[in-house]
């Protein structure tokens, strides 16, 4: 088992900068990578970003490339989410997900194991 807790969100102005943590905890040696989602109101979870536990790989959706950074600190079994230049449409509840088996789908939530609560961000315009 993996907990995964979040923290960080809140509400911030447009134009802004947000740091989102993600503490996992338990069995972490046996995580592949770790995910940041989020779910926007009223739709769907959608990828953000992901980052290999071991390589320090990444993958970024499209819509976030140039705005959102993705890190980890191995020895603090945390991971990251800089959130830059913030949009109104940026406000969502943003969870973080941690996958055990090795693949080549970090970008699919399908294929992860755990989950955390969700940390909500909100921009104001």
């Known amino acids: 088992q993996v907990q995964l807790v979040e923290s960080g969100g809140g509400l911030v102005q447009a134009g802004g900068s947000l740091r989102l943590s993600c503490a996992a905890s338990?069995?972490?040696?046996?995580?592949?990578?770790m995910g940041w989602f989020r779910q926007p109101p009223g739709k769907e979870r959608e990828f953000v970003a992901a980052?290999?536990?071991?390589?320090?790989?990444?993958l970024y959706a499209d819509s976030v490339k140039g705005q959102l950074t993705i890190s980890r600190d191995n020895a603090k079994n945390t991971v990251y989410l800089q959130l830059n230049r913030l949009k109104p449409e940026d406000t969502a509840v943003y969870y973080c997900?941690?996958?055990?088996?090795?693949?080549?789908?970090?970008?699919?939530?399908?294929?992860?194991?755990?989950w955390g609560q969700g940390t909500q961000v909100t921009v104001s315009s």
């Open positions: 997900a941690a996958v055990q088996r090795r693949t080549s789908n970090i970008g699919n939530r399908i294929v992860y194991d755990y």
């Open positions: 338990g069995r972490t040696f046996s995580t592949y990578a």
């Open positions: 980052i290999t536990w071991s390589g320090g790989s990444t």
